[in-house]
């Protein structure tokens, strides 16, 4: 494959990403996360209860900490192309 095709425009990309889009992604991520923690956790316990219960907290608990992670390796350098820089966020 040509190095051209494979190249990724970083303004573009970084126009892009928005809070919205992150939240977006997080609660995507995070609901086929949880619903196999919902699961694991019915089949170990076997009350429906309790397991919608946990995937409820896990839901959650872990999209905040997915969003705060996204916006903190947007501060970080490491990876980038040098001379780019991370866009700006209000969280």
Do not use: Q
């Not at 196999?36 to 076997?46: D, E, H």
């Not at 009350?47 to 219960?53: A, H």
């Not at 997915?66 to 866009?87: D, K």
């Amino acid at each position: 494959m040509p190095m051209e095709m494979i190249m990724i425009d970083s303004d573009r990309i970084a126009a892009m990403e928005s809070n919205s889009r992150s939240v977006a992604k997080a609660v995507s991520y995070r609901l086929l996360g949880s619903m196999c923690t919902a699961l694991i956790f019915l089949v170990i316990t076997g009350s429906l209860k309790l397991s919608l219960g946990a995937g409820a907290i896990d839901i959650v608990v872990k999209i905040a900490a997915y969003f705060v992670h996204e916006r903190i390796w947007n501060l970080i350098p490491y990876g980038r192309e040098r001379g780019t820089t991370a866009p700006e966020y209000e969280i």
